[in-house]
């Protein structure tokens, strides 16, 4: 997924430095904000802040204490590049949590390293999915709240597996675990390839799943990609026994055996039109309505929530 990175500065100077050291590569994406502005910068929640201390109207610390009391950006890292060479300055603007002061001026190659290398320990600290490798809680709800702001119109996909605990009793943790990792590749697999590169991938955790398409996105085409890809290739997590049967034989607490079907996937959509949700927690209701609601079918199935927003703003 492309970093949004944005770049504090009054002139087109260092950014044309980063697009220039950048240029091969496509997953780095620059916005420059002048300091009048700083207000965009925090409210798109971006990867990373890089501050010209040397170009601002107003003072650098009292820049660095903007961005650390918005809450969307408590752990957004920040680079600072300043012509300022004085130790004691250095250090008031380091105390302020700044991850890195580069001074001028800049060696490409440094701060070609230092910013590759802030986004890949930031990567790395946000991977609270280690099974999956995706984000967790935290980012989804910043991404959620990210659109919101923005007033973007979006789609949330929430995945679940169906009969999942059955698998798990009658296989094992470690065979469940390959079949959630199974899913999130499928997940992403079919967003990267189905959207218009602005999709996002969560791991909630355990078997539940999310996804954020544009509302431009074909969606219901790929919740019916996933659903026929996961159809096709879960059956190799099952015994070939279990596959011609159809279903599982799983003894429940009084030793009586039950018939449990194989494990499906549930996506519950909620189409998330402009101003119809003012929170996270609203959307994150409709999901789970939507999706107990796609779980009421048997197999694999999805089912949208397309309702729309009536009020005048």
């Given at each position: 997924m492309a970093q949004s990175i944005y770049v504090i500065d009054n002139d087109d100077t260092l950014k044309s430095i980063l697009n220039k050291i950048f240029k091969e590569e496509k997953d780095y994406k620059f916005k420059k904000v002048d300091t009048k502005r700083i207000d965009i910068a925090l409210k798109n929640i971006p990867s990373l802040i890089l501050i010209n201390e040397d170009t601002l109207d107003e003072d650098i610390l009292e820049v660095c204490k903007k961005i650390r009391s918005n809450e969307d950006n408590s752990i957004t890292p920040i680079i600072v590049i300043s012509s300022n060479k004085e130790k004691q300055h250095r250090i008031s603007v380091l105390k302020e949590c700044v991850e890195h002061y580069?001074?001028?001026?800049?060696?490409?190659?440094?701060?070609?390293?230092?910013?590759?290398?802030?986004?890949?320990?930031?990567?790395?600290?946000?991977?609270?999915?280690?099974?999956?490798?995706?984000?967790?809680?935290?980012?989804?709800?910043?991404?959620?709240?990210?659109?919101?702001?923005?007033?973007?119109?979006?789609?949330?996909?929430?995945?679940?597996?169906d009969n999942f605990k059955a698998y798990n009793d009658v296989y094992g943790f470690l065979n469940g675990d390959e079949i959630i990792k199974f899913t999130g590749k499928t997940i992403v697999r079919n967003i990267e390839g189905l959207t218009s590169g602005d999709g996002f991938v969560g791991h909630i955790g355990g078997d539940d799943f999310v996804a954020i398409v544009s509302v431009n996105d074909n969606y219901e085409y790929i919740c019916q990609n996933i659903i026929a890809e996961f159809e096709k290739e879960v059956v190799k997590f099952f015994n070939a026994d279990d596959v011609e049967k159809g279903y599982l034989e799983v003894p429940n607490r009084r030793g009586i055996i039950e018939e449990f079907p194989l494990t499906s996937i549930s996506v519950g959509v909620v189409v998330a039109d402009k101003g119809r949700f003012h929170n996270v927690l609203e959307i994150g209701e409709a999901g789970a309505q939507v999706k107990h609601l796609a779980k009421t079918t048997m197999g694999s199935a999805y089912s949208i929530d397309r309702r729309k927003h009536t009020e005048e703003k």
């Open positions: 580069i001074k001028s001026p800049i060696d490409e190659e440094y701060l070609y390293y230092t910013v590759k290398n802030v986004i890949r320990l930031l990567y790395i600290n946000r991977r609270v999915s280690p099974l999956t490798g995706l984000p967790g809680n935290v980012q989804i709800q910043a991404e959620m709240k990210k659109r919101l702001l923005n007033k973007e119109g979006f789609v949330m996909l929430y995945f679940d597996l």
